[in-house]
């Protein structure tokens, strides 16, 4: 059972456009939702993250936003470069934050 | 570098076979994670392990099996291979007191059962 759904699986957008990739969980007792970068050939890293109790965060050009009532947080990437061209995945944990299930993932293609 | 070593980097082998791979965690790192991505199942976790003993399982098959040693080290076992087990094995550590949520993942171990 997939308890985090991410969409798209695959994004293709122009350099300098907005990339959006938006994630869903269904346990409630989820408290910690980190979003992982992965570059071919290596393994995902932290992104960024955020708890439930704000409903969005900033880091540079990557922001996530949070919506408990709905269950649902999305990973924008503003001005995006070709740099950012991954797959990310969205991710959730309920005990501490250390096992994390993970969203099926997002290829995104930025075009110079 | 995320400071977490596995070896081998690739490993072909046949169906029936038994493999043995390995994860080295970061310095100071006493939680272990092993996880498996395939291209049509994302990450999905199998077992992780804190200082020695096993403290969260997931989806891992009975023909697979784990453990960390005593220098931290961890390896992963899996045994009686078919051809759906091809896939990226990635093993994680994460610190006593750091980020939440923050595993440093190792470069993985590609796994091709022919």
């Known amino acids: 059972q997939q308890q985090v759904k991410q969409s798209p699986q695959s994004l293709i957008v122009q350099k300098g456009g907005i990339s959006i990739i938006n994630c869903a969980y269904e346990?409630?007792?989820?408290?910690?939702f980190p979003w992982y970068q992965q570059f071919p050939g290596k393994g995902p890293a932290l992104l960024i993250a955020i708890r439930p109790d704000v409903s969005e965060k900033k880091e540079g050009r990557f922001t996530i936003s949070f919506n408990k009532s709905a269950k649902q947080f999305s990973l924008h990437i503003m001005d995006s470069q070709p740099g950012d061209s991954a797959t990310y995945f969205c991710a959730a944990s309920d005990n501490a934050g250390n096992m994390l299930t993970f969203g099926g993932g997002t290829r995104l293609m930025v075009k110079p | 570098d995320s400071g977490v070593t596995q070896t081998p980097k690739h490993l072909i082998t046949a169906t029936g076979q038994r493999v043995t791979l390995r994860c080295s965690p970061r310095s100071g790192d006493l939680s272990v994670y092993w996880y498996q991505q395939s291209l049509d199942q994302g990450l999905q976790f199998l077992i992780q392990?804190?200082?020695?003993?096993?403290?969260a399982k997931g989806n891992i098959l009975e023909r697979f099996s784990a453990q960390q040693f005593p220098d931290l080290h961890s390896e992963l076992n899996l045994s009686s291979l078919e051809l759906g087990d091809s896939a990226l094995y990635f093993c994680a550590s994460s610190p006593e007191a750091g980020v939440p949520g923050e595993l440093f993942f190792g470069e993985g171990s590609r796994l091709t059962v022919l």
């Open positions: 346990n409630t007792a989820f408290d910690y």
């Open positions: 392990y804190y200082n020695g003993e096993e403290r």
